[in-house]
Antibody, heavy 119, light 109 residues
Framework: QVTLKESGPALVKPTQTLTLTCTFSGFSLSTSGMRVSWIRQPPGKALEWLAR???????FYSTSLKTRLTISKDTSKNQVVLTMTNMDPVDTATYYC???????????WGQGTLVTVSS | QSALTQPASVSGSPGQSITISCTGT?????????VSWYQQHPGKAPKLMIYEVSHRPSGVSNRFSGSKSGNTASLTISGLQAEDEADYYCSSYTGSSWVFGGGTKLTVL
């Protein structure tokens, strides 16, 4: 059974750095073809893909947010970490992690974690 | 990367069929057969309904089907049921990233 769960602060101040952790089970990121992505959704708005990390440690980022994002993995802990620097109120959103498959789709999603950026 | 274009809302009566369109560009939908569709109920995480244009994951009702022509993908739901009322998002791989549609709210009348 594949599960993913996001964790991190619910509230961050403008200019601070956000660190989110995705803890998963039911698959291994050391298995060829496995990938995990981060996707966010501002309240009442659409989904936005942020970043992806592959089993071989390849990393990909949204062009518009590339300078602010870092994705990493700890295979032994079954965790993927996303950091986003210089947070702004427009970054207020529910952040999801999702397993990403070879056909480039997201087949399992975490429950999401709402992050509010406010002073 | 611009978002894919979806109608803001569609509606239908129980038992009817509806189709949601998703229009992209030559950089995404037209080039890649990696279009997927997600259903999202209020307060819940998205759920994969269709992948690679027309494939259904195990456990998804065969009332859901997908297709693509050129730069426009479509999701069709037949035999509408009350539980189908939700937001639907399309997504396309772009070679190194993903782009999503703006979402379509389906109302079952």
């Amino acid at each position: 059974q594949v599960t993913l769960k996001e964790s991190g602060p619910a509230l961050v101040k403008p200019t601070q750095t956000l660190t989110l952790t995705c803890t998963f089970s039911g698959f291994s990121l050391s298995t060829s073809g496995m990938r995990v992505s981060w996707i966010r959704q501002p309240p009442g708005k659409a989904l936005e893909w942020l970043a992806r990390i592959d089993w071989d440690d390849d990393k990909f980022y949204s062009t518009s947010l590339k300078t602010r994002l870092t994705i990493s993995k700890d295979t032994s802990k079954n965790q993927v970490v996303l950091t986003m620097t210089n947070m702004d109120p427009v970054d207020t959103a529910t952040y999801y992690c999702a397993r990403t498959r070879d056909g480039f789709y997201f087949d399992y999603w975490g429950q999401g974690t709402l992050v509010t950026v406010s002073s | 990367q611009s978002a894919l274009t979806q109608p803001a809302s569609v509606s239908g009566s129980p038992g009817q069929s509806i189709t949601i369109s998703c229009t992209g560009t030559s950089s995404d939908v037209d080039t890649y057969n990696y279009v997927s569709w997600y259903q999202q109920h209020p307060g819940k995480a998205p759920k994969l309904m269709i992948y690679e244009v027309s494939h259904r994951p195990s456990g998804v009702s065969n009332r859901f089907s997908g297709s693509k022509s050129g730069n426009t993908a479509s999701l069709t739901i037949s035999g509408l049921q009350a539980e189908d009322e939700a937001d639907y998002y399309c997504s396309s791989y772009t070679g190194s990233s993903w782009v999503f549609g703006g979402g379509t709210k389906l109302t079952v009348l």
